[in-house]
């Protein structure tokens, strides 16, 4: 197999891991190969010039090769223009970067997310205060969507799943692990027909994650707490777990 050379390729730093004494082990996410393992090497020197460039949460410009499931990276550079986010938005950062280690299969492309994963990043970069908090939630109820979206786990929300029946806008419906989105009674976490109808088609627009920001930050305070809820239930179900460790951290760090 002949060894491939990757220039100049936008990405993210999701995870790092120890290989050696020197060198660490990068999760990255880019755009146009998707999850990627690459071994940055020396970058735990001192005197590396990986060392203060491969941070999560900032846009990077990567140059790796090889043939091998783990490539070697050659060269970073920091792209410029964001802030490292800090408390809550810096976990909520690790949160979407953990949803993506568990969900997106390596070297499978998906340009459209790299694309809302640097919206969301640049949302939770953003000043902090009572109205940025609102924004940021709405990024990151947001991005799930397009997250399942993007790796096929999420139905069309213009319709019941089951039936194909087109939805009412005053009826009631709840998004359910293996079974869609399905009529739901009113005490139950749901949203209106006419609140699942307005998130498929923001979905459709031609800047998704822009258009389901705003469709979401629109939504009344029940609805957002109810989408809240299905889209954390639906994601432990396909993660495999009952909660993910980025939520039980901020789970605990609330309680003190």
Same mark, same amino acid.
């Given at each position: 197999m002949a060894t491939q050379r990757? =220039?100049?390729? *936008? @990405?993210?730093?999701l995870h790092r891991y120890d290989w050696s004494e020197s060198s660490v082990i990068l999760e990255v996410f880019t755009r146009h190969h998707g999850r990627v393992a690459i071994v940055a090497k020396g970058a735990k020197r001192p005197s590396s010039n990986f060392r203060p460039v491969l941070l999560p949460l900032q846009p990077? &410009?990567?140059?790796?090769?090889g043939d091998a499931e783990i490539r070697t990276l050659k060269s970073a550079?920091?792209?410029?223009?964001?802030?490292? *986010?800090t408390?809550? =938005?810096?976990?909520?950062?690790?949160y979407v970067n953990?949803?993506? #280690? $568990?969900? #997106?299969?390596?070297d499978d492309a998906h340009e /459209?997310?790299?694309d809302a994963y640097a919206g969301v990043v640049e949302v939770l970069a953003s000043d902090h205060g009572v109205a940025q908090a609102a924004t940021q939630a709405a990024a990151l109820r947001a991005f799930e969507l397009l997250l399942l979206r993007g790796v096929g786990l999420l139905p069309v929300l213009d319709t019941e799943t089951l039936t194909l029946a087109p939805l009412a806008e005053d009826a009631r419906y709840a998004l359910v692990p293996e079974a869609g989105l399905r009529e739901?009674? *009113? /005490?139950? /976490?749901? #949203? @209106?027909g006419a609140d699942w109808l307005a998130l498929q088609e923001a979905l459709d627009d031609r800047s998704p994650f822009t258009a389901t920001l705003r469709c979401v930050a629109l939504? =009344? @305070?029940?609805?957002?707490? /109810?989408?809240?809820? &299905?889209? $954390?239930?639906?994601?432990?179900?396909?993660?495999?777990v009952t909660t993910l460790r980025t939520r039980q951290m901020m789970r605990d760090l609330q309680a003190l």
């Open positions: 990757v =220039s100049h390729e *936008p @990405a993210y730093v990077l &410009q990567l140059n790796y090769g550079e920091w792209m410029g223009g964001l802030v490292m *986010p408390g809550e =938005s810096l976990l909520s950062g690790y953990e949803l993506l #280690l $568990r969900l #997106l299969a390596r /459209a997310l790299f739901s009674a *009113p /005490a139950d /976490a749901s #949203l @209106a939504l =009344s @305070a029940g609805s957002n707490a /109810a989408l809240r809820s &299905q889209l $954390r239930t639906l994601l432990n179900y396909h993660c495999g």
